[in-house]
T-cell receptor, first 110, second 116 residues
Framework: DAKTTQPPSMDCAEGRAANLPCNHS???????VYWYRQIHSQGPQYIIH???NNETNEMASLIITEDRKSSTLILPHATLRDTAVYYC???????????FGTGTRLTVIP | KAGVTQTPRYLIKTRGQQVTLSCSPI?????VSWYQQTPGQGLQFLFE???????NKGNFPGRFSGRQFSNSRSEMNVSTLELGDSALYLC???????????????FGPGTRLTVL
């Protein structure tokens, strides 16, 4: 699986959009980009995933560059409950041996 | 639909003992994966079971083993516990169908194991 690179930490003001970047320059053609988050000491929570088209669900939007070497997770209106570690993972759909990396610790500030 | 459940939630053992952790996947899911999370190493993949067979394995010693039952419930066992085995053990379930676009892993709350 391709490795991903994320900034170790970010802050975001409550109510503003949180844009979390991820680099995955070695991603292969059949690998999806997955985003999970983990709130302290809980199990990771699935957010969204995509292959090459932008995706949106009730939690977030995922923007993938045309060359697929990077992506951005967007939380449109961050709340205090969005404070968590966010993991960007490149993996094949159905491959359940995900490599989580160190993620980005997002802190939403009141 | 009920989520992934793990039992017990907390466990304290001493070095040299063995431990068995249990995971019940989401109904209809056939794949169960196990992960270990420690402050130093982060979240690491242990192994995956699909239809009662180990399908993938991470880089952990043979003291870590698992199995899956016909109802997809899974157990993992750690023998001869070491202090370094203290961790949050997470299980995740999915349909397990490779190439299935919407297949994703859903995690349980974890079992916090402390080895003294």
């Amino acid at each position: 699986d391709a490795k991903t690179t994320q900034p170790p930490s970010m802050d975001c003001a409550e109510g503003r959009a949180a844009n979390l970047p991820c680099n995955h320059s070695t991603i292969s053609g059949n690998e999806y980009v997955y985003w999970y988050r983990q709130i302290h000491s809980q199990g990771p929570q699935y957010i969204i995933h995509g292959l090459k088209n932008n995706e949106t669900n009730e939690m977030a939007s995922l923007i993938i560059t045309e060359d697929r070497k990077s992506s951005t997770l967007i939380l449109p209106h961050a709340t205090l409950r969005d404070t968590a570690v966010y993991y960007c993972i490149a993996g094949q759909t159905g491959a359940n041996n995900l490599f989580f990396g160190t993620g980005t610790r997002l802190t939403v500030i009141p | 639909k009920a989520g992934v459940t793990q039992t017990p939630r907390y466990l304290i053992k001493t070095r040299g003992q063995q431990v068995t952790l249990s995971c019940s996947p989401i109904s209809g899911h056939r794949s169960v994966s196990w992960y270990q999370q420690t402050p130093g190493q982060g979240l690491q993949f242990l192994f995956e079971y699909f239809s009662e067979t180990q399908r993938n394995k991470g880089n952990f010693p043979g003291r870590f083993s698992g199995r899956q039952f016909s109802n997809s419930r899974s157990e993992m066992n750690v023998s001869t516990l070491e202090l370094g085995d203290s961790a949050l053990y997470l299980c995740a379930s999915s349909s397990g169908l490779e190439g299935f676009r919407t297949d994703t892993q859903y995690f349980g709350p974890g079992t916090r194991l402390t080895v003294l």
